[in-house]
């Protein structure tokens, strides 16, 4: 893994996702950047509506202006929600949308999701979506996914989808690459090259393989991979 000590710090990255919610308000924008996003959406929606299907709480880490909850929504009607993110102005927008969605908002907390605390077994559901690409060290992570295993329910489950590297030196020049091509054809070359540029500056991707490994060091019975392309992935923990 690269040095993360000239990554942005986490009021950078506050200020950054202010000034982004109008996009993030588009749950097709993030597609432009992500490749997958759309089907990694119904992946886990349909994924945790197969596996808990009476399930009726969930907190959304990193909820940005609300997508995957509105999308959780379509497959839990009603369902109560707990939203966290660092930004305000995206909390405010997540609140606003998942309330007209028919979603009851339990709380909204503003904050990184290294400090906070909920009580053990609050949550049937937990979804973070592209937000664990900004922990850093091996201790932050483990931190991060025990406190995921603590607030679920017994036989709860959390729902990642995130940015990924890779294990093999070959593999990640193979599809860095492939990723490259894809944002060029999505916005040129100087629009790629941007990309790759604030990816350098702010994020902290982990191969998905070894994050599989980190969900089971927390305590998860069960963790599988949902789905892998080029620089994403999803999977998901079952306690």
């Not at 950078?12 to 997958?36: K, M, P, W, Y």
């Not at 497959?75 to 028919?102: C, E, N, Y």
């Not at 937990?126 to 922990?135: E, K, R, S, T, Y």
């Not at 490259?180 to 790629?192: D, I, K, Q």
Request: net charge negative; glycine share 10%.
């Amino acid at each position: 893994m690269s040095d993360t000590r000239s990554k942005s710090s986490v009021d950078q990255i506050r200020q950054r996702f202010d000034s982004l919610v109008e996009n993030f308000s588009d749950a097709n924008a993030g597609q432009r950047t992500a490749i997958d996003g759309g089907l990694a959406l119904n992946l886990i929606a349909e994924g945790a509506a197969k596996l808990s299907p009476s399930a009726g709480s969930l907190l959304d880490v990193g909820c940005g202006a609300g997508n995957w909850s509105i999308k959780l929504l379509g497959k839990f009607p009603g369902m109560t929600v707990t939203l966290v993110d660092l930004s305000k102005p995206m909390l405010d927008r997540a609140q606003q949308r998942v309330t007209q969605a028919g979603g009851v908002v339990a709380g909204t907390l503003q904050s990184d999701i290294r400090t906070c605390e909920f009580e053990d077994g609050s949550f049937d559901l937990i979804v973070a979506g592209a937000v664990l690409h900004h922990l850093r060290a091996d201790e932050e992570w483990a931190q991060v996914l025990k406190s995921f295993h603590r607030w679920l329910k017994p036989g709860g489950s959390v729902w990642v989808y995130d940015m990924v590297k890779h294990e093999i030196d070959a593999v990640e020049s193979i599809l860095a690459e492939r990723y490259f091509n894809h944002l060029t054809s999505v916005g040129g070359e100087e629009y790629a090259r941007k990309v790759f540029a604030y990816i350098e500056e702010e994020d902290s991707p982990r191969p998905i393989t070894w994050q599989i490994d980190q969900l089971r060091a927390a305590g998860f019975a069960k963790a599988d991979i949902l789905h892998k392309t080029a620089t994403f992935g999803a999977y998901v923990g079952v306690k």
